[in-house]
Structure formats: structure tokens, C-alpha cells
């Protein structure tokens, strides 16, 4: 069994783009600018922005964090991303998700102009990733893939099972897995709350990625000997014993399906380092576009 080592195959992704930053800068070029915007103060999506605030600072990347309340109006926040598409020193932003409820997603997700668009989340841009135009892959997506990649796991002709359709992870993983190319070319099946019997479903599968936020819930008696398994996963379970009054857990029940597997992503150190890399690339890809 071998451990799909997020935290260090993110680290060297970071060093080479702190590297190709360093080059940048040599030459007189204006390092990448990637702005975060953060709507209320909800714990993890706080710690989540602020992970990708600090791997801005190790890369060389300039940064900007525009935090907003709680209470922030739709149009505060459309005025906020207008503000963001105009500006030419950004070259890439996110709005963190999720948003308060008095805030149409869709509706701003649509407003960020695609060529900043570093998560991907735009309609054309998820339109161009379908349709295997180049264009930007939602970072946990793509750093799944890049973990593929870089471990060598075979995917052509394999039996793919994503467990949940979220916009973000298991929506988008179902199409690339399908693609043409490496990797991809698998047979993909994309299960959800409706799924019957996804036990027997997920028997088959050559290659599992889980992102539903259920802890434990891939237990060893769901997998066949052999799967790859990528925990997507990050659920605060709250625990009295730790500092923070909570510990962090994936889909997977890891102790037992890491037995059976021939890879697996280990939850915390897996797919979440990477899905903060990726973000990174995609900064760099559209400072490339713009320059
Ligand atoms: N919320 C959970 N994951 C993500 C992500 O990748 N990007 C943004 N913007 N919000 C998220």
C-alpha cells in the first residue's frame, strides 16, 4: 500500500512555482496576485482562507484577503468583485464558499470574470474543462489528478467511483475522469444520496474518490483488494480531549481500507494540501494569460 503524500507532493509543487516566481521577479516581472474574499467568519472556511493567504507568502505571490460580514448584501459583495475584475494588479480571485444565505451563489459566481477565475467555478469555465478546452480546473479536482500524475496511478479503462455531486469536487471529478488522456479514460460512475446499493457499486470499483462529508463512511467491507482511494473528506468531529475541541476525519475509514488499498490519500495530509497548490497554479496560469 502506498500513501498518496499530499502534504509533500504540495510542497514540492510549491517549491517550483516559488522558484518560477523567483525567475520572475529576476527578469523585472510583476510576481502573481491572487485576492481571497471572505463573506462572515464561519471557523474552517476562515482556516482554509488563511491557508491560502500563507502559501501566497512562500511562494512569493502577493495576496489580498477582503474579509466582509456576516451581514454583507448581495450587491456589497457584487460591488466587491467588480472592484476585483477591474483591477489589473489581481490576476486571479476566489469568493470561499459557502455564503450566507441571503446571497445568491450562482449569481456571483457568475460575476467574477472567467479570465480570474482561478477556482474554476464559472459556467464557462466548467463548460470549457467538459468540453477538454484549456481552461482552469477547480484546485481539488485538479490536485487530485496531479496526485495521479505524479504517483503514476494508472487510470485508462479503470472503473471510477465518486461518491457525491458537489459542484466543486464530485460533479467536476466525474467528467475529468472520463476525459480522453492521462489521467482519465476511465469508466466512471458518479453515485449520490439516491445511489441504491452503493455497496455493491462501490465493490467494483478500481478507483473510489469520496466527497461527502460522512466520517468513517467507506468502510473496508465496501472496497475490493487492490482500489485506489482518495478521501476528499474534512469533517471537524467535535472532541473534548483536544486543544481545538475537535479532530479532523475524512469519508474513509482509514485504518481498515488502507489495508485493502493499493493507494490512499491519508486525511489530514491528502487531497487538502493539494487542493491549496492547485490554487496556486491556476494563479500563475492567469497571470500567464494576462501578461
Ligand atoms: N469551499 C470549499 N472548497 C472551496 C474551494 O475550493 N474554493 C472556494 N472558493 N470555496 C471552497
Redesign the pocket.
Known amino acids: 500500500m502506498t500513501i498518496l503524500d499530499g502534504k509533500k507532493i504540495s510542497n514540492d509543487i510549491k517549491d517550483e512555482i516559488a522558484e518560477e516566481v523567483k525567475k520572475m521577479k529576476l527578469n523585472g516581472e510583476k510576481a502573481p496576485h491572487l485576492a481571497a474574499v471572505i463573506v462572515g467568519n464561519d471557523g474552517a ?1 476562515l482556516t ?1 482562507v488563511g491557508s491560502k493567504v500563507r502559501a501566497c507568502e512562500r511562494v512569493g505571490f502577493e495576496s489580498t484577503l477582503v474579509q466582509l460580514p456576516n451581514t454583507c448584501s448581495e450587491v456589497e459583495l457584487m460591488d466587491t468583485i467588480d472592484e476585483l475584475n477591474a483591477n489589473d494588479d489581481i490576476d486571479g480571485f ?5 455564503l450566507p444565505p441571503q446571497i445568491n451563489t450562482e449569481k456571483v459566481l457568475l460575476a467574477v470574470d472567467p479570465k480570474k477565475d482561478v ?1 474554476g467555478f464559472h459556467p464557462m469555465n466548467f463548460g470549457k474543462m467538459a468540453l477538454d478546452m484549456s481552461t482552469f480546473i ?3 479536482p485538479f490536485g487530485i489528478l496531479e496526485l495521479f500524475d505524479r504517483y503514476g496511478v494508472e487510470t485508462k479503462g479503470k472503473h471510477t467511483v465518486v461518491i457525491g455531486r458537489s459542484h ?1 469536487v464530485g460533479r467536476p471529478m466525474s467528467i475529468l475522469m472520463g476525459r480522453k488522456g492521462f489521467p482519465g479514460n476511465s469508466t466512471v460512475t458518479l453515485t449520490h444520496s439516491h445511489t441504491k446499493n452503493i455497496s455493491e457499486i462501490t465493490r467494483q470499483a478500481d478507483i473510489i474518490i469520496t466527497a461527502l462529508g460522512v466520517p468513517k463512511f467507506l468502510k473496508a467491507d465496501m472496497v475490493k483488494e487492490g482500489v485506489v482511494v482518495i478521501d476528499v473528506g474534512i469533517t471537524r468531529v467535535p472532541d473534548s480531549t483536544k486543544t481545538k475541541g475537535y479532530y479532523i476525519t475524512g469519508d474513509v475509514d482509514f485504518e481498515t481500507v488502507s489495508k485493502k488499498a493499493s493507494y490512499i490519500t491519508p486525511v489530514p495530509g491528502g487531497v487538502g494540501p493539494m ?1 491549496i497548490a492547485m490554487l496556486l497554479k491556476n494563479t500563475l496560469l492567469a497571470r500567464d494569460m494576462h501578461s
Open positions: 472556511s482554509y476566489i469568493i470561499q464558499l459557502p477556482d477547480p484546485a481539488t466543486i487542493t
